[in-house]
């Protein structure tokens, strides 16, 4: 039976499905989970091993223990990294829908909103394309690749996104919680229900806001540099308070 011998060894595909294994409840299944994905094979071909090579076989792969590498590749075939403070509010969206909803289970799609292909212009500047293609259809380009090349692109990302939320707080309101909700009476109530459900399009609130509440103007809103448009927001709350 082939293991590998690390996380180098691991495509992105595989440490999604380790990632499902070790959420088990039974230590045996984990296990058992764990090495049909990593050798590849049906779990009911494993089923029949005796124990002491079954424990041999689990050691062989402890490295599951640990984090993959944290560094992340800055190409991967014809696809290039793109700095985070380059990112666009389009890709920023995308990003935050993806991040806050399983980042693990949709690496693959993140790292097709990062990694870019690329070209440079006329002046020599290096230019990332649109925002334009299919993710789903891009981000199977990632499943096969090490796990090790990319792990670090949610590490990096977490840590820009609470520095970049730190950096705009005063733009951002807390989300009312259902303990706020309680003990409170009937007009409080009904006016922290109201703020709770325009909290649910804070983005879109944002976005229109930018635009100068117009909203044939939003698209072009979408395509601004992150660290602009947020720039251009805090100013505009500034001079008009």
């Known amino acids: 039976m082939k293991l590998p011998k690390s996380w180098s060894d691991v495509s992105v595909g595989q440490y999604i499905e380790v990632i499902k294994s070790i959420q088990l409840d039974s230590n045996f299944e984990t296990q058992l989970e764990l090495l049909g994905v990593l050798a590849d094979v049906p779990t009911e071909d494993l089923e029949d091993l005796e124990l002491d090579e079954f424990s041999a076989l689990i050691a062989k792969i402890s490295f599951v223990q640990s984090e993959p590498n944290k560094r992340n590749a800055l190409k991967i075939g014809d696809y290039q990294l793109k700095p985070l403070d380059k990112i666009k509010v389009e890709e920023f ?3 935050e829908y993806y991040i806050t909803k399983d980042y693990i289970q949709n690496l693959p799609i993140i790292c097709a909103i990062l990694y870019k292909q690329t070209r440079v212009d006329e002046w020599n500047h290096l230019t990332y394309e649109p925002h334009e293609y ?12 090490s796990i090790n090349s990319v792990y670090g692109v949610i590490t990096s990302y977490l840590q820009w996104r609470e520095n970049f ?3 705009y707080s005063n733009l951002f309101d807390e989300p009312i919680t259902e303990d706020e909700l309680e003990d409170v009476s009937p007009e409080d109530r009904k006016e922290l229900e109201a703020e709770k459900k325009m909290s649910k399009w804070a983005w879109e609130k944002t976005i229109y806001i ?7 103007k939003m698209e072009k809103v979408l395509g601004m540099n992150i660290i602009f448009a947020f720039n251009m927001l805090s100013m505009k709350r500034d001079t008009e308070t």
């Open 93 to 95: 969206l995308d990003l």
């Open 165 to 167: 939320l730190n950096t």
């Open 134 to 145: 299919d993710l789903e259809e891009r981000s199977k380009e990632f499943l096969d690749i």
């Open 210 to 216: 930018l635009a100068n509440e117009d909203i044939t």
